[in-house]
């Protein structure tokens, strides 16, 4: 590529570096990748600050009266410290399970997914949802987190789509899996889900006041999250072109998510190459940048995909244009906002499918 991209970059573009202490020593022959010392450091922080503040909930709701509105006083402080940590927490294990992580002891690797979901109430099945399902139908209707079918700038459309995934997820994911000979991956999410929900249980007949706030709150708020998440990652389909990572997908540059979760907004990138790792994305943009001007790729500047998603809606489209970025030069807010619009509709699949067959023959 020879032309200069018409943007800058500010997203990270290295992993943090700490020197040669006995932990870095430790990362370097204990990871596959030592640019992944950061997840260990985050690991342990995630690991303390949580473990500190479940357990400080605890002791307060044993010695404050339950019938006093004080009772509540550290709630939210509590889902304060969870909802400014879930995002990296989540976003590290989406890094992790598409590239190998902790070599040895290998336990530790696979027992850190559970550690997570524990704290922060991400599924268990995640891995088998995402890696097993997701990439590997890309968006399309047999995707059980397909956008495809919805009108993506309507609330209610995403209500019914988070309503499906949160109360039939498991049974349909577990008949994917199965049907598509991926036994163990079926194993994994079926006796996950089930075993968080029966720790929830507990936890709720215990206490139901710890069960609420540091289990059953948390489990539903990263689904919202997750799906809110994934329905502006994939809010923009672009009928005109076949399938692929770009036509399917957006990508969100220069945000403070960006710099909090590990490069996510790069979506296009990671669709394209799923275990890229996350420092490179910034870069394979730059690189790539007129590729995607010439397939009408959407990048949005200084939003994420929750923001996104917030900003469809509410009809926010004039907000939307502005910070879409012009890659094939100056365009009018209006056109932008017809060429949005036309890429939120339902989707009818087979017309596209056949369309595309039609121009290739």
Request: proline residues 4%; glycine residues 6%; hydrophobic residues 45%.
């Amino acid at each position: 590529m020879t032309a200069t991209a018409p943007f800058q970059i500010t997203d990270p573009t290295s992993a943090p570096t700490y020197g040669d202490g006995w932990l870095s020593r430790w990362c370097k022959g204990a990871l596959y990748e030592p640019r992944d010392e950061v997840f260990v450091r985050l690991t342990i922080k995630l690991v303390l600050v949580m473990s500190v503040a479940m357990g400080g909930l605890v002791a307060y709701f044993r010695l404050v009266d339950p019938s006093s509105l004080r009772a509540w006083a550290l709630v939210p402080f509590y889902l304060a410290l969870w909802g400014w940590y879930a995002p990296p927490a989540i976003l590290m294990l989406h890094c992790t399970m598409h590239r190998p992580f902790i070599k040895r002891p290998k336990w530790l690797g696979r027992v850190h997914p559970y550690v997570m979901s524990f704290l922060f109430g991400i599924p268990t099945g995640y891995t088998e949802h995402h890696m097993g399902m997701h990439h590997m139908e890309d968006n399309m209707t047999a995707d059980l987190s397909s956008t495809i079918r919805y009108r993506r700038d309507s609330f209610f459309h995403f209500l019914h789509y988070w309503g499906s995934f949160f109360f039939f997820i498991l049974p349909r994911l577990t008949r994917y899996l199965l049907k598509n000979r991926r036994v163990a991956m079926a194993r994994r999410a079926v006796v996950g889900e089930l075993s968080h929900l029966a720790l929830i249980a507990l936890v709720l007949r215990l206490d139901w006041r710890i069960g609420l706030v540091a289990f059953v709150f948390p489990t539903v708020a990263v689904r919202f999250m997750m799906m809110a998440g994934n329905w502006g990652q994939h809010a923009f389909i672009n009928t005109a072109r076949k399938n692929n990572g770009i036509s399917n997908s957006i990508t969100c540059i220069n945000s403070g998510y960006n710099r909090r979760a590990f490069n996510d907004g790069y979506h296009i990138g990671h669709h394209l190459k799923a275990n890229r790792h996350w420092t490179e994305m910034p870069q394979d943009l730059l690189d790539n940048w007129e590729v995607y001007a010439g397939q009408g790729a959407i990048v949005f500047e200084g939003v994420d995909f929750f923001i996104v998603s917030l900003l469809l809606w509410t009809g926010q489209w004039r907000i939307l244009a502005k910070r879409f970025v012009r890659l094939n030069g100056e365009q009018s807010d209006e056109d932008v906002i017809t060429m949005l619009k036309s890429r939120v509709q339902p989707v009818q699949v087979e017309s596209w499918l056949a369309s595309m067959q039609t121009a290739a023959d």
